[in-house]
């Protein structure tokens, strides 16, 4: 069965690519190289023993992306190609509501006239807003998002209910949280361009050297420390919870399935005791400093992930040292090659 993978050479892509090779799926994968580099697809083959199809071009046009479909007998399609900062996304909304988007439809449309079902959507928790009560599950109230890039999402999903309302198809919905850390082979994780806008890629640039201090967003949340909480899940952990997601669609007996689920660890952790957690983890210091509050950014926000224990046999059980041990992993690769 061949999957579509879109922005399957990016972060949470490229390990979800291996996840699903390891599970005996055909993977063909559109990505226009944005925010990733060509080594990776080489490094997804060296991992898992299988080349997947590539193609690198912005799903925005839609003459190539019909091509692809044309080429390949596609069963389904999981879509990561986003833009997907943050604070860039209040600095550049329309960019961010174009690609996002329009390349989401342009999907779709494809999967509407060849009649494909078994669309699963790269979702995040930002579309629950500053939710009022932790954990965050499922039938949390949704808020609008504060920022342009959860607002995506959020009509992402609608979308996409639509979608799977007007014309009969199965469509996962999967909010994650804070994905982190990198493949245990040290050959595939966060790749981010310019200075990240993540935490934990800008913790290991500045464990390295590369940068010189970490850039706290804010210390005057209403937290124990001060600083904002999050659910970090690591991101093979989460790879697995897609293939999990797949394998319920395909294996349905329904026409139309709309799953939502949350994945996370169903634990907050604050943004200095990840930077302490990394230190213990591999015995470096991370120099930091204070700054303002990050436009778009909530307090707090922590998952509760028993559904998709309960329906898919999936659960993050990764720890968070041994996650950011991985990082640090990577980090050491990237500046073996040169990167």
Request: charged content about 25%; hydrophobic content about 40%; some cysteine.
């Amino acid at each position: 069965m061949t999957i579509l993978v879109t922005g399957g050479l990016g972060y949470i892509g490229s390990h979800t690519v291996v996840e699903l090779l390891n599970n005996n799926f055909e993977v063909v994968i559109v990505d226009d190289m944005s925010n990733s580099e060509r080594f990776i697809l080489n490094n997804i083959e060296q991992i898992s023993g299988k080349k997947p199809a590539f193609y690198p071009f912005d799903l925005k046009r839609k003459e190539l992306l019909a091509q692809v479909f044309e080429a390949h007998e596609i069963a389904g399609c999981i879509n990561f190609a986003a833009y997907k900062a943050v604070g860039e996304s209040q600095e550049k909304p329309i960019d961010y509501y174009e690609n996002n988007l329009f390349t989401l439809i342009n999907i779709l449309q494809e999967f509407k006239v060849r009649n494909i079902t078994n669309f699963i959507f790269s979702s995040s928790c930002t579309v629950y807003g500053q939710a009022d009560v932790q954990p965050i599950d499922e039938n949390t109230p949704m808020k609008t998002p504060e920022s342009s890039y959860g607002k995506t999402k959020q009509m992402g999903e609608e979308i996409l209910k639509d979608f799977a309302e007007a014309h009969n198809r199965k469509v996962s919905l999967l909010r994650y949280f804070n994905p982190i850390g990198a493949h245990p082979s040290g050959l595939l994780g966060e790749l981010p361009l310019g200075i990240p806008n993540n935490l934990v890629p800008y913790v290991t640039q500045t464990a390295s050297g590369i940068l010189e201090k970490l850039n706290i967003w804010g210390n005057d949340y209403p937290t124990e420390d001060g600083t904002a909480i999050r659910d970090y899940i690591y991101v093979v952990d989460l790879a697995k919870a897609h293939v999990k997601a797949l394998q319920k669609l395909i294996s349905s007996p329904e026409e139309k399935v709309i799953d939502i689920y949350n994945l996370g660890t169903g634990k907050g952790s604050s943004v200095l005791e990840v930077v302490q957690a990394f230190e213990r983890a591999n015995n470096v210091e991370v120099p930091y400093q204070i700054c303002d509050r990050r436009a778009g950014d909530i307090t707090i926000a922590y998952a509760n992930a028993n559904k998709a224990e309960r329906e898919l046999g999936w659960k993050a059980d990764t720890a968070l040292e041994e996650a950011l041990r991985t990082t640090w992993q990577w980090q050491k690769y990237l500046e073996g090659r040169g990167a």
